[in-house]
Structures are given as structure tokens and as C-alpha cells.
Antibody, heavy 120, light 108 residues
Framework: QVQLQESGPGLVKPSETLSLTCSVS????????WNWIRQPPGKGLEWIGF?????????NYNPTLQSRVTFSLDTSKNQFSLKLRSVTAADTAVYFC????????????WGQGILVTVSS | EILLTQSPGTLSLSPGERGTLSCRAS???????LAWYQQKPGQAPRLLIY???SRVTGIPDRFSGSGSGTDFSLTISRLEPEDFAVYYC?????????FGGGTKVEMK
């Protein structure tokens, strides 16, 4: 059974970099498409993007965030990560990691989510 | 970007009633690549339906999806107490994945 678990700071200062990690069990990060999705408090879901294949480092980012976001894979730890630069209060959200089957995919497996608040 | 508009925003129903949720896309969804999720407070979304009408293993058959092109719906045939939640549609037919704004199904 595949399980995902997000980790990282729950509080980030404005203009700094938000860094989160998703630990994967029950599957290898070498396969599948690993996604990040966020949800501001009381609002809907926003797809951030995916990372696939540690050798090629294939990524696809939501254009609205592309200039500030970077994904990476760590095959030795079976994890994948998100870095979001120059954060503002608008980046306050619950961040979910999720597994997809392909570049365009639905998401059968999700982490529990982690709330990240941007505040000084 | 494909915009997904869900309606109604809130659906007030009683247990045992039938509920129909709508998801309309701003352009045709390729291959009807549309999914439905259920989300309860403090939880991650749970996948119910993919490819517009394929039910995920383990999801009760009172949940059904239908539609094609730009108009899709999720029907809950007989609401159970555990079905009161927020429901989201998601399209994955384009390189930019998008979600609808959600429909809250609340108890009347």
C-alpha cells in the first residue's frame, strides 16, 4: 500500500523560501509522477506541478507558479521535494503531495497534507 | 487553461435523498479525462471517479459519474450520513491540471 507523508516547517517568513518534503513508502519514486497540490484555508485545490524520473528530472509546473517553484527527487531517501521562493501571505495553504499515473493524471494516493503559514 | 465551474455551490439534502452535482468545463476535456473527489474537513481529498464514469475500487455504487465534452455530473443515489462533504471535479486532459471550485453537500 502506497503511503505519502509531507514534512517541513509550518511557518515561513515573507520573502523566504518554503521547503517541503514528501516521503514515499510502498512505491519507488523512480516510477510514477509525483505531484504537489495546495489548498488555501477554506478554499479550493490548486495543482502546483509534478516531477518524474530522477535521471531526466522531468517537471511540469503550473504557469502561475513556474517562476518561483522547483521540484526534485531523492532516490536514495525515496522522497521528493518542493521549494517555493519569495513567498507571500497568498502562499499560506495546506500543501499535499500526491501520486499520479502519467503526465496528465488523476490522483489516487494523497498525503495527509501540511499547513504552511506565511507570516512574520 | 481549462476552467471548471461546479454547481451548485451548496446542496442541502437529507439522508436517503438523491444528489446531482454538476461540473462544466470552459472547453472540451480531452478523452473525458475528468475525476471526482470527496473531501471532509481536515482530510485529503479522496478519489471517487476517474475518466468521467469509472468508479474507484471500494467506492460504494451509490456514487456514479457521467457526462462528456464540457458537461459532467456526479450523482449520489441515496445519501448516507458519511456522504456530507465537499466534492471537487478535476480535469487531467490538458498539461495544466485544474480543479473546480467545489460543491458542498450539507445536511438539510
Amino acid at each position: 500500500q502506497v503511503q505519502l507523508q509531507e514534512s517541513g516547517p509550518g511557518l515561513v517568513k515573507p520573502s523566504e523560501t518554503l521547503s517541503l518534503t514528501c516521503s514515499v513508502s510502498g512505491a519507488s519514486v523512480i516510477r510514477h509522477y509525483w505531484n504537489w497540490i495546495r489548498q488555501p484555508p477554506g478554499k479550493g485545490l490548486e495543482w502546483i506541478g509534478f516531477v518524474y524520473d530522477s535521471e531526466t528530472g522531468t517537471t511540469n509546473y503550473n504557469p502561475t507558479l513556474q517562476s518561483r517553484v522547483t521540484f526534485s527527487l531523492d532516490t536514495s531517501k525515496n522522497q521528493f521535494s518542493l521549494k517555493l521562493r519569495s513567498v507571500t501571505a497568498a502562499d499560506t495553504a495546506v500543501y499535499f503531495c500526491a501520486r499520479g499515473w502519467s503526465a496528465g493524471s488523476y490522483f489516487p494516493v494523497w498525503g495527509q497534507g501540511i499547513l504552511v503559514t506565511v507570516s512574520s | 487553461e481549462i476552467l471548471l465551474t461546479q454547481s451548485p455551490g451548496t446542496l442541502s439534502l437529507s439522508p436517503g435523498e438523491r444528489g446531482t452535482l454538476s461540473c462544466r468545463a470552459s472547453e472540451s476535456v480531452r478523452s473525458n479525462y475528468l475525476a471526482w473527489y470527496q473531501q471532509k474537513p481536515g482530510q485529503a481529498p479522496r478519489l471517487l471517479i476517474y475518466a468521467a464514469s469509472s468508479r474507484v475500487t471500494g467506492i460504494p455504487d451509490r456514487f456514479s459519474g457521467s457526462g462528456s465534452g464540457t458537461d459532467f455530473s456526479l450523482t449520489i443515489s441515496r445519501l448516507e450520513p458519511e456522504d456530507f462533504a465537499v466534492y471537487y471535479c478535476q480535469q487531467y486532459g490538458s498539461s495544466l491540471i485544474t480543479f473546480g471550485g467545489g460543491t458542498k453537500v450539507e445536511m438539510k
